[in-house]
């Protein structure tokens, strides 16, 4: 019956993209936004980044987290520590940060792997069978004794892994990076800088999940807040560890890297990814554990999986706004990562509307245009006025429209590719949740 | 249990283990007293209970509105700190004593929480919970700020001028300040004014059925929204005594004195169970003991105060994860 085929949504969509990469590019080359604009343009784009990653997290798998910030100081510092070196030459060798945080995540992961092979079953059977009758405390201590020697043997494991690979990983940058001309040696190494404060991130977020995520709604939210707090706190007194990090002085000349053209770069791919993401078989499993949790278990769905999943993924997408936020501004300071500016990727995702992509989008654009544009609005004398006007319109909104700017509706190849499973608006499937639990 | 052969070794692994962690405890425990000095402890225990109490008034306040309207109210922190600034200038300008300033400070922040309440939490009753907790973050930014603009409280730190002298009892080389014996004294009266409140009285019965369930309860005939109306203004006049008491024991004010306190105590609240007023109380006195133990005996304390505060939060999630007090939640289907 169709005769006439629509246009495929990824054209439009890519031809939008486009049009608004080519837009802001041609209007920065040729000066007709001044720097501040397009520094404004550029922290839109990053607070983008960050707040679709919080909402796989609460959006798409219903984990109430209010720590994304941690995740976001993470891959800050991570990334800045690896190009700072680059350009400062700090340490007598050269890419000791960035081949001892790639080492470090890969020894984890080693670790991780290790105790996932482990066969605790055989282990309880033999415990059992040597311990015989011995009941009570010293049953229990000598269990734990025992596992805490293996345990030990496996960090020994971890640890000589990581050191080896990180000699064999210097040796090897030390060797390809200078080799390089230095415009791209420049790019890589901003890439691996990004790629490994992501990673650190999402290995933080998969630690930190794997015994916060079974809580229930709100006391995960305080739990994460509480990380939150503590990566503030390490951060503020960093510098007892790493003098590079200045602590509470905050960290400065970290190389100004960031233009638009890496944060569209890299948040056209992330949005990529997170859209294949959540339409695969993966996302519909992370999409079920929000509407119900016990209905996806029957089904046969892993909810720790996928939670940790989803915790994972959206610690790296805060883990690369950071890099990118770092490598914008080129310095640091522990107090840009507050948990009150932690509130801001929520306030994000809630008013672009829980679980939209295009939502998300939108909404940190709308947002940053709020904030900054508050700024040259107001007269002067008038500025300290700019967080009284703003809560006062995020009120109203709130008031106004309390499923967020667009609901869960998305636009164009976002849009999902089959038809929608359920009418039923999804933030009323995370607000049934919460009042099962009352 | 007869003793075998093959159990032997095993058993004097066992003992030695024992021997060895009795030792550590008592040689640690020693070696902070010789360190320090025994007197040093109760003092640092006094201080932290000090701190402790102030935490469990603005704690009640949180717990007491998250167990009838399921809400975080963020903007709380900002009443207590309204609560602090109205004492001040009930003071300074009125030249109050400290019991009507502190009433003062009591009525402004009860009035200014029905406020809240009615005109920012009211209409969202039964809108999806995060945009109720949206809504508290913007009324607290906005608290915060407005307050901050020169025609308000002025952005700038005040100096808190106490209504009373400082009289300090050295009791066997501890030293006790008026001031702690002021704060314990009214938190306690506070505290059993609330309990009585809460258990023996028709009003209290009925915020008890609130909160258990809050269908149930109206078709009993309980008039939910001024039960809820009523729960926001007891929060808040202890959070304006709360405000009182912190401004006298540390005596430096600012539109943005609120946050971390506020933001310990809600976590002391959750620590405790919450919804769950006698674990507020705990939560609370824990809370305010590790951070002055810290300060006190953790090298470089004073600067990883909040660490130690925030880990002992996730170490007793992991370990429980309703918080001390708190009942487990029963999944239902």
């Known amino acids: 019956?169709?005769?006439?085929?629509?246009?495929?949504?990824?054209?439009s969509t890519l031809l939008v993209a486009l049009f608004l990469f080519v837009f802001v590019y041609v209007a920065n080359a040729n000066g007709w936004i001044t720097p501040y604009v397009y520094n404004v343009i550029q922290l839109a784009g990053i607070s983008a980044i960050s707040a679709l990653g919080l909402n796989l997290i609460y959006g798409f798998n219903g984990q109430f987290s209010l720590g994304h910030i941690g995740f976001y100081a993470i891959g800050a510092y991570s990334s800045a520590l690896i190009t700072k070196e680059f350009?400062?030459?700090?340490?007598?060798?050269?890419?000791?940060?960035?081949?001892?945080?790639?080492?470090?995540?890969?020894?984890?992961?080693?670790?991780?792997?290790?105790?996932?092979r482990l066969r605790f079953d055989q282990i309880k059977k033999w415990l059992n069978s040597t311990l015989g009758e011995l009941k009570g405390f010293e049953r229990w201590i000598l269990i734990s004794l025992i596992l805490l020697v293996i345990a030990a043997v496996i960090i020994v494991l971890g640890v000589a892994a990581s050191w080896v690979l990180q000699k064999g990983l210097q040796a090897l940058f030390d060797l390809l990076i200078p080799a390089l001309p230095e415009a791209i040696g420049k790019n890589v190494l901003m890439l691996l800088a990004l790629l490994a404060?992501?990673?650190?991130?999402?290995?933080?977020?998969y630690l930190v999940g794997l015994p916060l995520l079974r809580l229930n709604s709100d006391y995960f939210g305080?739990?994460?807040?509480?990380?939150?707090?503590?990566?503030?706190?390490?951060?503020?007194?960093?510098?007892l560890v790493i003098a590079t990090m200045k602590g509470a002085r905050g960290m400065v000349e970290i190389p100004r890297w960031t233009n638009w053209v890496w944060v569209a770069a890299v948040l056209s791919v992330l949005v990529f990814l997170l859209r294949n993401l959540v339409y695969s078989s993966y996302g519909?499993?992370?999409?079920?554990?929000?509407?119900?949790?016990?209905?996806?278990?029957?089904?046969?769905?892993?909810?720790?999986?996928?939670?940790?999943?989803a915790f994972a993924i959206g610690g790296f997408y805060a883990g690369i706004a950071g890099g990118l936020y770092a490598h914008l501004v080129g310095f640091l300071h522990p107090s840009t990562f507050d948990f009150v500016r932690g509130f801001d990727p929520l306030i994000i995702i809630v008013f672009g509307g829980l679980g939209s992509m295009t939502g998300t989008l939108v909404a940190s654009a709308l947002f940053s245009a709020i904030i900054e544009g508050l700024r040259v609005i107001l007269p002067q004398g008038f500025e300290d006025w700019r967080f009284v006007i703003y809560p006062i319109l995020l009120l109203i909104i709130m008031l106004l429209r309390q499923q967020g700017l667009l609901g869960t509706t998305e636009w164009g190849w976002l849009r999902a590719p089959y038809a929608p499973i359920r009418d039923v608006p999804m933030v009323s499937g995370i607000n049934s949740v919460n009042r099962e639990v009352a | 249990m007869k003793l075998t052969w093959r159990r032997l070794p095993l058993k004097l692994i066992a003992w030695v283990i024992y021997a060895l962690l009795a030792a550590g405890i008592v040689y640690g425990i020693i070696g902070l007293v010789r360190l320090n000095g025994s007197v040093f402890?109760?003092?640092?225990?006094?201080?932290?209970?000090k701190l402790g109490f102030v935490y469990a008034l603005i704690a009640l306040g949180y717990t007491m509105v998250y167990g009838i309207v399921r809400l975080i109210n963020f903007a709380h922190c900002d009443v207590f700190m309204v609560g602090a600034f109205a004492s001040y200038y009930a003071i300074t300008r009125f030249g109050w004593g400290f019991v009507p300033a502190i009433l003062l400070a009591m009525v402004v922040c009860i009035l200014l929480n029905i406020t809240i309440e009615r005109v920012a939490y009211k209409p969202l009753r039964n809108a999806p919970r995060i945009t109720a907790l949206i809504t508290a973050i913007g009324v607290s930014f906005f608290l915060e700020y407005f307050t901050a603009l020169k025609f308000a409280f002025g952005a700038d730190y005040i100096t808190y001028k106490r209504p009373f002298e400082v009289v300090v009892w050295d009791i066997g080389g501890v030293l006790i300040s008026n001031i702690t014996v002021i704060i314990v004294a009214v938190t306690i009266l506070l505290l059993l004014l609330l309990l009585y409140v809460i258990n023996k009285t028709k009003i209290g019965k009925a915020m008890r059925a609130t909160s258990l369930d809050k269908t149930a309860a109206r078709l009993m005939g309980i008039n939910i929204d001024g039960i809820i109306t009523l729960t926001f203004a007891i929060g808040a006049a202890l959070a304006g005594a709360g405000g009182v008491l912190y401004a006298i024991a540390f005596p430096q004010i600012w539109t943005f004195m609120g946050i971390m306190p506020g933001m310990k105590a809600f976590v002391a609240a959750v620590l405790g169970g919450i919804g769950n007023i006698g674990g507020a109380v705990i939560g609370s006195l824990l809370m305010g003991e590790i951070e002055v133990l810290t300060v006190s005996f953790v090298p470089f304390g004073s600067r990883l105060r909040d660490l130690f505060a925030f880990l002992v939060l996730i170490i007793v999630f992991i370990v429980k994860p309703t918080g001390i007090l708190g009942e487990p939640q029963v999944e239902k289907v």
């Not at chain 1, 404060?197 to 977020?205: N, R």
């Open chain 1, 87 to 116: 350009t400062s030459r700090w340490s007598g060798t050269q890419f000791s940060a960035l081949s001892w945080i790639i080492a470090g995540i890969l020894g984890v992961i080693l670790v991780i792997l290790v105790i996932k």
């Open chain 2, 41 to 49: 402890f109760i003092q640092a225990i006094l201080d932290g209970l």
């Open chain 1, 197 to 205: 404060g992501g990673s650190l991130a999402a290995l933080v977020a």
């Open chain 1, 284 to 309: 519909r499993a992370i999409v079920s554990v929000r509407e119900d949790e016990i209905a996806a278990k029957t089904m046969g769905i892993d909810i720790v999986q996928s939670k940790t999943l």
């Open chain 1, 1 to 11: 019956m169709q005769t006439l085929r629509r246009i495929p949504t990824w054209i």
């Open chain 1, 222 to 239: 305080i739990a994460t807040l509480g990380f939150a707090i503590v990566v503030y706190t390490l951060l503020q007194n960093s510098d």
